[in-house]
């Protein structure tokens, strides 16, 4: 039975004081790994290494948007990955344009050596440790041999995007950041997990919204509408560190399949039926 393997190394916020920032681990029936997000600083490198992950182990990262809780992270990954691995492939960055174009600033700013232009990221040996790729929404890119992924917008800031990935019969869908989205419900129909953010509740909706996110009551609707399997809620702030259980409650009184709070380091499998 194909089975799916989702790990998460980072699910706080931008601002929690508690959690690391967003960076999720898939793990493909057909072998494939993707990065969905890159979180800040080194907690990829940090996170991963506690649950086997290293960088030189990333080949595609699928990039949601371009805040640095998100990108912040990729230059390390890219540092640790050439270190160690130096005539490796590029790794493959997949994103909107408008992301990548944030992304190269990001790398253009922080490279000491590296050549950074609109194609790759080059050593100064002439080795390519980075390739963008930039996508459309709805293009569907081949990342393996029964993997394909493509993304949808959503409603954060210029560029942002959540990605569908379909793989041995399974489909995953990342949101990303973002408010309540149409484009996320038309996009994510018939997922078997919906990996959905959600900044707090109801009672500061209109915080959450003026934020650019949504709340767990918004991410569970989302759900029900797209007839998700199940639906994991991620991006956690402060406040909700150590109270899960209200934004999961609160998402339960929307939708009826199973709801679950992610945490760092927490591993979730799912199969086919
Ligand atoms: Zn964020
Ligand atoms: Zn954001």
């Known amino acids: 039975m194909p089975e799916a393997r989702i790990s998460f190394l980072g699910t706080g916020a931008g601002n929690c004081i508690h959690r690391a920032h967003t960076a999720i681990v898939l793990d493909c029936p057909d072998g494939t790994r993707l990065l969905l997000d890159a979180g800040s600083g080194n907690s990829v490198l940090r996170n991963g290494a506690m649950l086997g992950f290293y960088a030189e182990d990333f080949e595609h990262v699928l990039l949601s948007h371009r805040h640095g809780d998100h990108m912040g992270g990729l230059p390390h990954i890219q540092g640790r990955r050439t270190q160690i691995a130096p005539d490796a492939d590029p790794l493959v960055v997949h994103s909107l344009e408008e992301s990548l174009v944030g992304l190269q600033s990001l790398f253009r700013a922080v490279s000491i050596t590296h050549r950074v232009d609109q194609d790759s990221v080059t050593t100064t040996e002439g080795n ?95 759900a029900a509408r797209c007839g998700a399997g199940q639906l994991i809620i991620t991006h956690i702030d402060t406040p909700f560190h150590l109270n899960t259980e209200v934004l999961a409650a609160e ?19 799912v199969s086919s039926h």
């Open 128 to 222: 390519r440790v980075v390739a963008w790729d930039p996508v459309e929404v709805g293009q569907w890119i081949t990342l393996g041999g029964d993997t394909r992924a493509s993304c949808f917008p959503v409603d954060h800031i210029g560029g942002a995007a959540g990605w569908r990935v379909e793989t041995g019969g399974l489909t995953i869908v990342f949101s990303g950041d973002t408010r309540y989205s149409e484009s996320l419900v038309e996009a994510s129909q018939g997922a078997d997990v919906l990996i959905h953010e959600a900044l707090g509740t109801d009672d500061d909706r209109e915080g959450a919204a003026r934020r650019g996110h949504c709340t767990a009551a918004e991410a569970a609707r989302a």
């Open 251 to 269: 998402a339960r009184t929307c939708y009826d399949g199973p709801v679950s709070v992610a945490d760092d380091l927490c591993i979730t499998t």
